[in-house]
């Protein structure tokens, strides 16, 4: 096995530009999947499996064919307007029928007199609209938050919308938001950790293509490692602290490794006359 590592390290080294070409043509491939990654973390919601809330939540959504399985609240809030006043009830009437028309949405529901103060504040401030949505999961779910968001934002407009403050929330949405927040994290933490990385290791190696080196190994690393996420989503559910994980342990070891890596390499080059192939047959451990 040992013989093995040094012809792979010996052919690897003899033929370097043929590895890097290959290596940037897997890292943007590896890049491009990634960024699909985010979207199929999950928030730790879903109903637990065999139990009775997951078993009533599969069967209102088969066999009832309920359009509020997995559904959507649209909340409106003012203090200085009222749903009583007469120009909101056409314009919420033209808002609900341009999210009944959404592809996804199934059902769309604007109170009346007849739900009393449910979903309808005593004070006539507050009011809420129900959307149901197709699908009987989160996963279903949750790409549909965006449009409907958008519809709100596209339709919502004009006098009648004046005073008026609105947000879009539920399960799916709180699940994709914290998605978003969570990617959002752990790009700001990366970005403040990886210059303070480089000022240390420039201080340990005195040179920029060894210190750089152990970072650009530690992020491709974590790229690659969320590449993988698509794909093992659709046999099994990823926690969003996944991305937390993957990166801290993705630059923790990579530049752990490659700091070893190295500087090895480094203090057996001049023991090998300079040749970097006889460095790469040496026993490194």
């Known amino acids: 096995m040992q013989e093995t590592y040094r012809i792979l ?24 999947a990634a960024r699909q990654a985010p979207a199929r973390l999950e928030a730790g919601s879903r109903p637990l499996e065999g139990t009775a809330s997951a078993r009533v939540a599969e069967i209102l959504g088969r066999d009832f ?12 809030r003012s203090s200085t307007a009222s749903y009583r006043d007469p120009e909101f009830g ?31 504040g005593a004070d006539g401030r507050t009011f809420a609209i129900l959307v149901g949505l197709g699908g009987t999961s989160l996963a279903e779910a949750e790409p549909l938050v965006e449009p409907v968001r958008a519809a709100v934002q596209a339709s919502w407009s004009g006098p009648s919308a004046a005073g008026w403050e609105w947000h879009v929330t539920g399960q799916a949405a709180m699940i994709h938001d914290v998605n978003l927040f969570n990617a959002a994290d752990s790009t700001r ?21 060894s210190a750089v080196l152990p970072l650009t190994l530690g992020v491709e690393s974590t790229l690659l490692a969320m590449s993988i996420v698509p794909g093992l ?11 937390n994980i993957v990166s801290l ?11 070893f890596i190295v500087s090895q390499f480094r203090e057996q080059l001049p023991a090998h006359g300079g040749d970097r192939i006889a460095v790469f047959g040496f026993d490194l451990r």
């Open 9 to 32: 390290g010996r052919w690897i080294a003899s033929h370097h530009r043929v590895v890097l070409a290959l290596w940037a043509v897997v890292l943007v491939a590896a890049a491009v």
């Open 65 to 76: 064919q309920n359009p509020f399985a997995q559904s959507l609240v649209v909340a409106f």
């Open 90 to 120: 056409p314009a919420v009437a033209a808002l609900a029928d341009h999210l009944a028309r959404l592809p996804g949405v199934v059902r769309v529901i604007v109170p009346d007199d007849s739900f009393g103060h449910r979903f309808r």
């Open 189 to 209: 933490a990366e970005l403040r950790a990886l210059p303070l990385t480089l000022l240390v290791l420039l201080f340990v190696f005195g040179s920029a293509v």
């Open 233 to 243: 989503a659709t046999v099994m559910p990823l926690n969003m602290l996944y991305q």
């Open 249 to 259: 342990l993705g630059l923790a070891l990579g530049i752990d490794y490659s700091l």
